[in-house]
């Protein structure tokens, strides 16, 4: 900690400052439904450097620190409120104040912590986060009658500033703000400006800096170089964020964790679950046992490549529960979409609590909990919460297991990074994700036998076409529906009254928001031709040009 002596202003939480004062600052990025909870647990697990977020309730929060893992640096994001004694452990090398929706004279408005500036840490202030440094060390902020959002093009009035190390004097940039900085405070100069922003970036003999621009977007073509100038030359952190040192770390820390006691895990078939028990298996072998549900929902053929891949391949203690009758028996005239998904996650508690107390004494229960479910799950006074996030839901209280998260602070590309550093074959990696209540909710209206047959037959077509035309990964999903819908059809001389099958098919970087993808014809002729003549009582096939929003990406 710094000497200097920062005084907060008992009128607007203002710093007063001097030209000497020394402050740079220090960040986390982790967010949980308890941020204190969250902080000591990831001090007892993890002594690598890190940098740290600052969350004020920016959309972007989350791209920030999806840029500052692709350099291969690891980060967190934290809330405004936490203090210095919650994340002092987590060996920050830097911290990044991210932008928001406040203006920082609002009665509301979110600020940074003391501990930020008195740290000794280099800070980056983007955007709102500029604003609010600007505001508490002495300098004046204002809202502009010019606001700027988009393109603009920023010019440097300093060289061989660290931010812009390598960097031309003029780059465009992309701009989303109303408020100004109208003075700076005492330490501070300008580095750059645009057009409407005289003040566009600042800096001190402290490192730290605020920019007025979002680094983190596309839109600013140089924004990489300028976050991993702040990263390698202020901070001066190492990038040794890599899917090697990630499986070595977790795989030491799961056994300590586990030491000699049992341990589970429901696998789904997807890339999470898959990831999350191939890690611990790797460091308690037999001491793990994986149990699968088939719940007679999932697609074609995939309860057995499930099977196959972890009890042959991978050799895990394996159970397959066959459970297809009771879940269909379940779901009898049901059509309301969310009792559908009441009744299968339940149910599906019931049947992995039955084939959980076989097993005996059971000690731990393993996760594949993402870090964007722990951000979404979070308890954040200035961003609000999106979901909270259940893996296995509601298990019985009789249930007293420890959890195993090992994927808690991962993003999903970096678990698919995992699982092949991991060894398992690319076809699970890159799985495209598929809902817990499987294709229950891709059949609207009520669940049978017969229609699950329809749309697994649909469905293996359009992931067939989709294969075979090398369109597989570069869509986020891609899936038929059972629409419920009936349509006149015409086979051979006779008229025909069959199901209405629907394409989905979008891109997406998190499922947040979603587009609808721009399928070349000849694949979506290719895909109704086919359903229409190989899969039975189908007359008729639609393509949903949707975007999320306003729709979902599932239909129920």
Same mark, same amino acid.
């Given at each position: 900690?710094?000497?200097?002596?920062?005084?907060?202003?008992?009128?607007?939480?203002?710093?007063?400052?001097?030209?000497?004062?020394?402050?740079?600052?220090?960040?986390?990025?982790?967010?949980?439904?308890?941020?204190?909870?969250?902080?000591?647990?990831?001090?007892?697990?993890?002594?690598?450097?890190?940098?740290?977020?600052?969350?004020?309730?920016? =959309?972007?929060?989350?791209?920030?620190?999806?840029?500052?893992?692709?350099?291969?640096?690891?980060?967190?994001?934290?809330?405004?409120?936490?203090?210095?004694?919650?994340?002092?452990?987590?060996?920050?090398?830097?911290?990044?104040?991210?932008?928001?929706?406040?203006?920082?004279? &609002?009665?509301?408005?979110?600020?940074?912590?003391?501990?930020?500036?008195?740290?000794?840490?280099?800070?980056?202030?983007?955007?709102?986060?500029?604003?609010?440094?600007?505001?508490?060390?002495?300098?004046?902020?204002?809202?502009?009658?010019?606001?700027?959002?988009?393109?603009?093009?920023?010019?440097?009035?300093?060289?061989?500033?660290?931010?812009?190390?390598?960097?031309?004097?003029?780059?465009?940039?992309?701009?989303?703000?109303?408020?100004?900085?109208?003075?700076?405070?005492?330490?501070?100069?300008?580095?750059?400006?645009?057009?409407?922003?005289?003040?566009?970036?600042?800096?001190?003999?402290? $490192?730290?800096?605020?920019?007025?621009?979002?680094?983190?977007?596309?839109?600013?073509?140089?924004?990489?170089?300028?976050?991993?100038?702040?990263?390698?030359?202020?901070?001066?952190?190492?990038?040794?964020?890599?899917?090697?040192?990630?499986? $070595?770390?977790?795989?030491?820390?799961?056994?300590? =964790?586990?030491?000699?006691?049992?341990?589970?895990?429901?696998?789904?078939?997807?890339? &999470?679950?898959?990831?999350?028990?191939?890690?611990?298996?790797?460091?308690?072998? &037999?001491?793990?046992?994986?149990?699968?549900?088939?719940?007679?929902?999932?697609?074609?053929?995939?309860?057995?490549?499930?099977?196959?891949?972890?009890?042959?391949?991978?050799?895990? $203690?394996?159970?397959?529960?066959?459970?297809?009758?009771?879940?269909?028996?379940?779901?009898?005239?049901?059509?309301?979409?969310?009792?559908?998904?009441?009744?299968?996650?339940?149910?599906?508690?019931?049947?992995?609590?039955?084939?959980?107390?076989?097993?005996?004494?059971?000690?731990?229960?393993?996760?594949?909990?993402?870090?964007?479910?722990?951000?979404?799950?979070?308890?954040?006074?200035?961003?609000?919460?999106?979901?909270?996030?259940? $893996?296995?839901?509601?298990?019985?209280?009789?249930?007293?297991?420890?959890?195993?998260?090992?994927?808690?602070?991962?993003?999903?590309?970096?678990?698919?990074?995992?699982?092949?550093?991991?060894?398992?074959?690319?076809?699970?990696?890159?799985?495209?994700?598929?809902?817990?209540?499987?294709?229950?909710?891709?059949?609207?209206?009520?669940?049978?036998?017969?229609?699950? &047959?329809?749309?697994?037959?649909?469905?293996?077509?359009?992931?067939?076409?989709?294969?075979?035309?090398?369109?597989? =990964?570069?869509?986020?999903?891609?899936?038929?529906?059972?629409?419920?819908?009936?349509?006149?059809?015409?086979?051979?001389?006779?008229?025909?009254?069959?199901?209405?099958?629907?394409?989905?098919?979008?891109?997406?970087?998190?499922?947040?928001?979603?587009?609808?993808?721009?399928?070349?014809?000849?694949?979506?002729?290719?895909?109704?031709?086919?359903?229409?003549?190989?899969?039975?009582?189908?007359?008729?096939?639609?393509?949903?040009?949707?975007?999320?929003?306003?729709?979902?990406?599932?239909?129920?």
């Amino acid at each position: 900690m710094s000497n200097n002596e920062i005084d907060q202003s008992k009128s607007n939480n203002r710093v007063s400052s001097s030209d000497d004062l020394e402050v740079s600052a220090y960040l986390e990025i982790s967010q949980e439904k308890s941020f204190q909870s969250q902080f000591s647990s990831i001090a007892d697990e993890s002594q690598r450097d890190s940098i740290l977020i600052i969350d004020f309730g920016s =959309q972007y929060s989350r791209l920030i620190a999806r840029r500052i893992r692709e350099s291969k640096v690891y980060c967190e994001i934290i809330s405004h409120k936490s203090s210095w004694d919650d994340i002092s452990k987590l060996n920050p090398k830097g911290v990044i104040l991210s932008g928001g929706p406040s203006s920082v004279y &609002d009665e509301s408005a979110p600020l940074c912590p003391l501990w930020v500036y008195e740290s000794g840490l280099p800070v980056l202030g983007i955007c709102y986060g500029m604003q609010v440094m600007v505001h508490q060390l002495g300098g004046t902020v204002s809202n502009s009658a010019k606001r700027e959002y988009g393109h603009a093009i920023l010019h440097q009035n300093a060289t061989q500033e660290k931010l812009f190390n390598g960097l031309g004097s003029s780059m465009s940039v992309w701009m989303s703000h109303g408020d100004r900085i109208d003075a700076l405070p005492p330490g501070f100069e300008s580095k750059a400006f645009t057009d409407n922003s005289p003040i566009a970036v600042i800096g001190n003999n402290a $490192n730290l800096f605020g920019i007025q621009f979002h680094p983190e977007v596309a839109h600013t073509p140089q924004g990489k170089e300028i976050l991993e100038n702040f990263l390698f030359k202020a901070c001066e952190i190492l990038p040794d964020w890599t899917p090697g040192n990630f499986v $070595n770390e977790t795989v030491e820390k799961i056994r300590e =964790q586990v030491g000699e006691g049992k341990v589970i895990c429901a696998l789904s078939g997807g890339v &999470d679950s898959a990831v999350a028990a191939t890690l611990v298996h790797k460091a308690v072998g &037999d001491q793990l046992t994986c149990i699968f549900v088939n719940n007679g929902l999932m697609r074609k053929e995939e309860p057995e490549r499930v099977q196959i891949t972890f009890e042959k391949y991978m050799k895990v $203690n394996f159970i397959f529960s066959e459970s297809s009758e009771r879940f269909i028996r379940k779901l009898k005239d049901v059509t309301d979409p969310e009792r559908k998904r009441k009744i299968i996650g339940e149910e599906f508690i019931n049947v992995f609590d039955e084939e959980a107390n076989r097993l005996g004494e059971v000690d731990f229960l393993t996760q594949g909990t993402l870090y964007p479910d722990v951000i979404e799950s979070s308890d954040s006074s200035v961003s609000a919460t999106i979901k909270t996030h259940h $893996n296995v839901g509601g298990l019985p209280d009789h249930m007293k297991l420890k959890l195993i998260e090992p994927l808690r602070y991962l993003f999903k590309d970096e678990v698919r990074q995992v699982g092949l550093e991991l060894g398992l074959s690319e076809e699970m990696v890159f799985r495209q994700p598929f809902p817990g209540p499987g294709l229950a909710i891709r059949i609207l209206g009520e669940v049978t036998e017969e229609k699950l &047959d329809i749309l697994r037959a649909a469905d293996w077509i359009v992931m067939d076409e989709i294969k075979a035309n090398n369109l597989y =990964q570069e869509l986020w999903q891609t899936f038929a529906v059972l629409t419920g819908a009936k349509s006149v059809g015409v086979t051979g001389d006779f008229r025909t009254y069959g199901h209405v099958i629907a394409i989905r098919a979008v891109t997406s970087d998190d499922a947040m928001t979603a587009d609808w993808a721009r399928l070349p014809y000849d694949v979506l002729t290719r895909i109704s031709s086919r359903i229409s003549n190989e899969v039975d009582n189908v007359s008729r096939v639609v393509f949903d040009i949707t975007s999320k929003p306003p729709g979902t990406i599932e239909w129920e």
